[in-house]
């Protein structure tokens, strides 16, 4: 093994300015542009996860967190609603 750092084929956290390894996909669609049938994907390290689903869900979109290796092929109205 030579070198150290993130792999650079690893994934990495959605979120600006950060450089994480992603540990969670953040499945989400608006509703305002986006069909039904459209999934969005952000991927999230555990730091930021609750941000970015926060971040989403303040503007009323469906949010679904799941694991980055269960792709996500619908995000249900209000998915985000329940805690
Ligand atoms: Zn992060």
Redesign the pocket.
């Known amino acids: 093994m030579i070198g150290f750092g993130a792999d650079p084929d690893e994934p990495q956290?959605s979120?600006a300015g950060?450089e994480?390894p992603a540990t969670v996909a953040v499945n989400w669609r608006n509703p305002k542009i986006h069909t039904r049938d459209r999934v969005k994907v952000w991927l999230?390290?555990d730091?930021?996860r609750d941000y970015l689903r926060d971040f989403l869900e303040a503007r009323n979109f469906p949010v679904l967190v799941s694991a980055m290796d269960e792709p996500v092929s619908f995000v249900p109205d209000g998915a985000g609603e329940a805690r």
């Open positions: 956290c979120r950060c994480s999230a390290c730091e930021h």
